[in-house]
Every structure is written in structure tokens, then in C-alpha cells.
């Protein structure tokens, strides 16, 4: 069996195992969960995230070195940044548009029963910016921080070009540290099917089935607007003259990872295997794109965002003004691009778009209860946008290179 159809058939499992033993074994879920289920899907996801940091940092130096014209660098980041910010807007668009035609927010009684969840602070914006330059390069690999490595890894790449010929040593050294790093990938991913199998398992079988059906207007209607946005994809990628199902079968591993984790940084390494390998997408711009798209580009964050608002505002009977409208936007546009690729990330940045529209914060404690359920389909998307804005971004350079010639 090939590992996308293996990962594909142990969600199916997961999510099977999971409702089974919500509605029929309650009795034992905690044990289990506890004992059983959490520490394996924690091992492989701690697994895979031990290999994030190392593939990010070595795929841009061995990528970006392989890339002799430095003007090419700047015409790539600018290129992939517009790509993300026509897609954000569609995204953005599906979400509020789904929330306006479906009204899940009105077919909610008893909002006071729902509060389960205490709402997080995200953080300010110009913080994050300014965030971005790391003070120490060694404390952004130790914490992860994934823009603050592309930054370091980006002024390493200018040091390389500026020093010459001496830095040959250090560049083989990281070509051969990629090369280990990638051995690394397939052995964890070999665990992979075990691993979706324990986390989404656990996801379904905690969930408190009463909260899921006050909610299930919510639910059905953020899944279904990610659905939508999954398919326009597909468009956009057929605009561009690439198959979308080559394009799926491709990615297929790492968007299983996505959906089962909940993790677009888990999903990396996989997906930059993906590129390289069975979509054969240029080394430089699959390293490249698709770890800044890990850390810049959420889809399902500003479908979420832009669709939570508006459930808030009719649970809470707010008027829906223009400038309401235009606050959501503006503020989730920008907050998608300081969401975190971690479990639980969208749901702390909540905070930021319901402030900034003047909408209660209380919302957020309301479907903080359900977010484990819907954030693997926003997760998908995730990198579903991340590597269809590659893909795009590699036909465009492609077709440059062909017009040329
Ligand atoms: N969990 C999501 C991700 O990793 C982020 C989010 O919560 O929206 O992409």
C-alpha cells in the first residue's frame, strides 16, 4: 500500500474508532485517551515536529545557493506574497459568505450554557512584525520560531554570496545535514499511520457530543466553506494548466498529515517531499515557498475568522454595519499571517479580529469548545492553499523560462 492511501485509510479508522467509543464506550475514554491514545499520536507528532526546523533551515540554504541570480530571490517573495494576498481575500470572501447565507448563529438557544472555554489573548500586530528580526538566531531554532529561522536563513544565504568561495565548506556541510535530515522524514513518516490513527481518534471520542449539537449549524457550515475554498483551488489551479488531481495525489500524504494533527508545521516536511517529489516542483521554490507559506499563508484561518465573526455577531443580535464588515476584513487578513501552524493557533488569534470589529469577546469562549473538530479540515486547507500558492508560483516562473526560450 502506498503511505497516502495508508494515511488515508487510518484517519478513516481514527475517525470510525473515535465515534464508536464516543457513543458506545464513554465509560472508557479517559483511560484510554490518557494511556493510551494521547501519549501515541503526542510521540509522532513530537516525531515529525523534530524534523521542522532542520528541513526549513537546510532546504532554503541548499535551495536558494542553487539559485545564481540574487534578483530572483526578491522577484520570488514578491510574486508569492501577491499570490497570498488575491487567495486570502477569496478565502475571507467564502468564509463571511457561507456565515451570511447559512445564519448558523441564529439557530443557537442558551448561549449561557455553551461557555466552556476561557478566551486567550493573541498578540499585537506591529509586535509581530517587529518580531520577525530575531535578536539571537540560536533562540529561533531553539523555540521554533519558523519566520525568524527563514529570516536568519535568508541573511545567512546573503553572507554565503558576499564571502565566496570559503563558504563552500559550510554549504556542503548543509547539504549533506538536508540529506540526512530527508532519511529522517521517511523513517518518522513510516509512523505516520499509527500516529493520525491515535490523534484523531482521541480528537472525536473527547468531544462533549451535548456542545457538538447546539453547535452543528457552526460546525457543518465552516467545514462546508472550506469545502467551497478547496474547490476554487481546484479552479485556480486549472487556470494555471495544472491538474488539480495530480496536484491532490501528490500532496496527499501531507495533507493527511495536516487533517490529522491539526498542524501545518507538522505537515511541512512532508509537503516539501510532496513538491520535490511526485509534483517535481523546482527545489528552490518548493523549499522556499512552502516554508514561508507554513509560516505566512492560512486559508482556513481567514475562512475561520471571517466566518466566526459574523456567527458571534448574529448570536449576540449585532447589527452587521459596513464598517464591521471592513474591521473583519482588514484585521483577518493581517492576524492569518501571524497565526501560528500549531494546534489551537486561530482560536488565540480570535481575540484580535472580534476587538478590532467591536464584537464580544465572549464569542470565543462559545466555539473554543468545538475548534478541535473543525480545525484538521481548516489545517488541510492550510496546506492545501500553501502548496497550490507554490505550485502556481513555480507554472509562473516556468512559463516565464518557456517564453523566453
Ligand atoms: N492549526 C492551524 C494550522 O496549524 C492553525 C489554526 O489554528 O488556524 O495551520
Not at 72 to 89: F, Q
Not at 206 to 220: A, D, F, S, W
Not at 252 to 272: D, K, W
Request: charged share 10%.
Amino acid at each position: 500500500m502506498k503511505l497516502s492511501t495508508k494515511i488515508t485509510v487510518s484517519l478513516l479508522l481514527g475517525i470510525i474508532a473515535g465515534i464508536i467509543l464516543n457513543l458506545f464506550f464513554p465509560s472508557i475514554i479517559p483511560g484510554l485517551d490518557q494511556y493510551v491514545l494521547s501519549p501515541v499520536g503526542k510521540i509522532f507528532l513530537r516525531g515529525i515536529q523534530f524534523i521542522v526546523v532542520p528541513i526549513v533551515f537546510t532546504s532554503l540554504i541548499v535551495g536558494f545557493t542553487s539559485i545564481k541570480n540574487s534578483e530572483k530571490v526578491g522577484r520570488l517573495t514578491w510574486r508569492l506574497l501577491s499570490l497570498y494576498i488575491v487567495t486570502n481575500l477569496v478565502a475571507l470572501v467564502v468564509g463571511m459568505a457561507t456565515a451570511a447565507i447559512l445564519k448558523p448563529g441564529n439557530s443557537v438557544s442558551n448561549i449561557g450554557e455553551l461557555s466552556t472555554q476561557k478566551a486567550a489573548q493573541g498578540q499585537g500586530i506591529l509586535d509581530w512584525l517587529v518580531s520577525i528580526v530575531p535578536t539571537n538566531p540560536f533562540e529561533s531554532f531553539s523555540t521554533g520560531n519558523l519566520l525568524q529561522i527563514i529570516f536568519t536563513a535568508i541573511l545567512i544565504i546573503v553572507g554565503i554570496r558576499l564571502v565566496g568561495e570559503k563558504a563552500n565548506p559550510f554549504v556542503s556541510f548543509v547539504k549533506s545535514f538536508h540529506e540526512i535530515i530527508g532519511k529522517i522524514t521517511s523513517v518518522v513518516m513510516k509512523f505516520s499511520p499509527i500516529g493520525v490513527f491515535a490523534l484523531i481518534s482521541s480528537v472525536i471520542a473527547t468531544q462533549g457530543l451535548e456542545l457538538v449539537q447546539k453547535l452543528v449549524m457552526y460546525i457543518v457550515g465552516l467545514i462546508l466553506a472550506v469545502v467551497i475554498m478547496i474547490f476554487v483551488y481546484f479552479l485556480f489551479l486549472t487556470f494555471m494548466k495544472i491538474s488539480p488531481v495530480r496536484f491532490w495525489k501528490s500532496f496527499l500524504p501531507a495533507f493527511g498529515i495536516a487533517f490529522g494533527t491539526s498542524s501545518s508545521n507538522a505537515a511541512l516536511p512532508v509537503a516539501i517531499e510532496n513538491a520535490q517529489g511526485p509534483f517535481k516542483m523546482k527545489k528552490e521554490i518548493a523549499s522556499f515557498a512552502i516554508s514561508l507559506g507554513t509560516a505566512l499563508k492560512r486559508d482556513g484561518a481567514c475562512i475561520m475568522q471571517g466566518f466566526n465573526a459574523l456567527f458571534i455577531a448574529q448570536l449576540f443580535d449585532v447589527e452587521l454595519t459596513p464598517t464591521l464588515i471592513v474591521s473583519v476584513m482588514i484585521s483577518t487578513v493581517i492576524v492569518s499571517f501571524s497565526t501560528a501552524g500549531v494546534p489551537g493557533a486561530g482560536i488565540i488569534m480570535m481575540s484580535t479580529v472580534l476587538t478590532a470589529a467591536g464584537l464580544p469577546l465572549e464569542g470565543i469562549a462559545i466555539v473554543a469548545g468545538v475548534d478541535r473538530l473543525t480545525e484538521g479540515f481548516r489545517t488541510l486547507l492550510n496546506v492545501l492553499g500553501n502548496t497550490a500558492n507554490a505550485a502556481m508560483l513555480d507554472k509562473w516562473e516556468n512559463k516565464e523560462v518557456e517564453s523566453a526560450n
